[in-house]
């Protein structure tokens, strides 16, 4: 399983448009923070098997702002995952104790590009 917390701190490379992308923003209450983690970085495990999920972004400000950005290559990829059973035992879980607030984005992406130092 993947550490959510120790993502690797690179931009997921810009995949060819059109694609979706569903940006997740929010803060978090104080409780069962090891559960949280620790079903996040399940979570993130299994996205990568969900078609059409091209891969997801994550940044945390000091403030208590955390952005997750997912990026699938149609609506139908966004759909299934939606409906997986333990995302949604896991947005359940996220409602009763985790969050006190979050926000829901999803974007059709007709443009992207990237930049890397070498």
């Known amino acids: 399983m993947s550490d959510y917390t120790d993502a ?3 931009p997921t490379p810009a995949p060819e448009p059109p694609y ?22 399940h979570l993130s495990d ?12 994550f940044a945390h400000t000091p403030g208590g ?10 609506l139908a990829g966004i759909e299934e995952w ?3 059973p333990e995302h949604l035992d896991a947005k359940r879980r996220g409602r009763e104790r985790w969050y ?15 930049f890397t130092r070498v």
Do not use: K, M, Q
Request: aromatic content about 10%.
């Open 20 to 41: 979706y992308a569903v940006v997740f923003t929010s803060t978090r209450t104080d409780l069962d923070p090891d559960g949280y983690t620790g079903t996040a970085g």
């Open 46 to 57: 299994l996205v990568r098997h969900i078609p059409g999920f091209l891969g997801e972004d």
């Open 8 to 10: 690797p701190v690179v």
């Open 82 to 84: 939606r409906r997986h």
């Open 100 to 114: 006190e607030r979050y926000v829901i984005h999803i974007a059709r992406v007709e443009h992207s590009h990237g």
């Open 65 to 74: 702002l955390a952005i997750s950005v997912a990026y699938f290559r149609d």
